[in-house]
């Protein structure tokens, strides 16, 4: 039967002769580093029995061991068989010559004794029977201490394997209490979530169901339709309104300012006329009911303000304006003839 050392060595041969490193092995099975350390060493007691189990499959795949007789090896380690024997077998099977052996460590003492006692002379036959009684009786007692003591000396030491489940490793302890520690972190993180920000949402969802009709529910949802029309009609682009008609002034009103020597006849609501030879910088104002009629020498050397309203030049070279009429609403009539040269 092999020891846990030897087991262990027997775990590290195979692993040299792959060549690999136990830090190799541990990026091939996964296993932790420091496990596979103590496994070499022959401890075999850092875990329970069923992750010991799984570990020796794994290591016995990589290494092209037999898993069955790695098995078989731990078992024998970790569960040994008993060899001590009642004493009624033992008895019957131990052989002669160690019966011998077993006489002499008890009659040493006994045999000592009797020759200390004083003998008496009165009766020799008195003197000579104790003996052989101590001879049968005692030694029997004796030799069945021996075999005992002699079987317990053969047996191998008891595991540790009971104690060390028990007690689990001091590595497995640190991981519990740092798994302990960040579980702590991570419910204390989210309780000062929940508080902050999410209390609001939380107690929305558990204001109760308000009961509503058929037609309540109707309104609700056109309501909410209508919402959405508008919505949609503030987000679409704002089309270009056409210009209103500003309502007609109550007066028709022109203003002339000169650039050139111009001739200009003016024509109030179809009465009064009157014409006008204007100089370069010279600017007049005329004011009409309902209508304003014009004539004028060229086009281009006058600018107008009909209504208050910039018109500028009438025409961009020199012609001769035969007819402008202007209402309240703006210039409704504009007849142009070039000058010929």
């Known amino acids: 039967m092999l020891t846990p050392e030897e ?88 052989p002669k010559p160690r019966k011998r052996t077993l006489k002499q460590t008890p009659e040493k003492p006994i045999q000592i004794q009797a020759k200390k ?9 008195e003197q000579e029977a104790p003996h052989p009684q101590k001879e049968e009786t005692v030694p029997e007692i004796k030799k069945d201490e021996t075999r005992q003591k002699i079987a317990a000396d053969n047996l191998p030491p008891k595991p540790k394997a009971e104690n060390a489940q028990k007690s689990k490793p001091k590595k497995t302890h640190r991981m519990e209490t740092i798994l302990i520690l960040a579980v702590g972190l991570i419910l204390i993180a989210v309780g000062f979530v929940y508080w902050k920000y999410g209390r609001q949402y939380f107690v929305t969802a558990q204001q109760p169901v308000k009961e509503i009709t058929v037609f309540e529910a109707r309104n609700e949802i056109l309501k909410k339709e209508q919402e959405k029309q508008k919505q949609a009609l503030a987000l679409r682009p704002h089309k270009k309104q056409a210009p209103v008609v500003q309502s007609p002034v109550k007066y028709v009103t022109l203003r002339i300012k000169t650039l050139d020597t111009t ?21 007049r104002d005329f004011k009409a009911d309902s209508l304003l009629q014009l004539r004028m020498g060229r086009g281009d050397g006058l600018l107008l303000w009909v209504n208050g309203d910039s018109i500028g030049k009438l025409s961009r070279t020199a012609a001769v304006v035969k007819k402008l009429v202007i209402n309240k609403t703006g210039i409704i009539e504009k007849k142009l003839r070039p000058v010929q040269r």
């Open 7 to 94: 087991f262990g060595k027997q775990l590290r041969r195979a692993r040299r002769a792959k060549k690999l490193r136990t830090r190799d092995l541990y990026k091939r099975t996964k296993i932790n580093e420091d496990y596979l350390k103590d496994m070499e060493e022959g401890k075999l007691n850092f875990l329970p029995e069923p992750y010991i189990r799984a570990f020796l499959k794994t290591i016995a795949a990589e290494l092209n061991l037999s898993s069955e007789r790695l098995l078989e090896d731990y078992d024998e380690i970790r569960h040994p068989p008993e060899l001590f024997e009642p004493p009624e077998k033992s008895r019957k099977q131990t």
């Open 117 to 125: 006692r004083p003998v008496k002379k009165s009766n020799p036959e």
């Open 263 to 283: 001739w200009v006849r003016v024509i109030r609501d179809k009465a009064d006329t009157s014409e006008f030879i204007f100089r370069p910088g010279n600017i």
